[in-house]
């Protein structure tokens, strides 16, 4: 099967488009094609964002949230991305801040700018 070529994404219905094969692609072994074609994806997604999406005025735990609806992913999706499930639960939860590594990993795997989780929260207990 022949990869699509990819350039700046412009529509709605190319950023649909972009985010359909980012998931098929998501997992691809580095140094693949499919990887080179997901770290792409991710920079034109990131970007179309930027210039077209508005993210709410929220903390960062409540956009990690939204993001996560976004995508139908499950506390056990940031898990497996970060590797820990009782620290995604505590920080899910506020009673733990993010870390910088979680703050980036989220910001990768959400399409969240790394900004917009760095704004101070309260935790609680």
């Known amino acids: 099967m022949t990869q ?18 980012y998931e098929e692609v998501k997992r691809a072994s580095k140094n693949s094609a499919d990887h080179k074609e997901k770290i792409l994806l991710v920079h034109l997604i ?9 993210l ?16 139908g992913y499950k506390s056990a999706d ?18 733990q ?7 980036r990993k989220f910001s990768k795997l959400l399409h969240i700018p790394a900004d917009a989780l760095i704004k101070e929260y309260e935790l609680v207990g």
């Open 56 to 71: 709410p005025e929220v903390d960062p735990i409540e956009l990690i949230k939204i993001r996560m609806a976004d995508f």
């Open 4 to 21: 699509p070529q990819w350039f700046l994404i412009e529509t709605e219905q190319e950023y649909e488009r972009a985010l359909a094969r």
């Open 97 to 103: 801040a993010l870390s910088l590594t979680m703050i």
């Open 78 to 95: 940031l898990a497996n991305e970060y590797g820990d499930k009782g620290t995604i639960s505590k920080v899910l939860n506020y009673k």
């Open 46 to 54: 990131s970007e179309y964002e930027k210039e077209n999406r508005n």
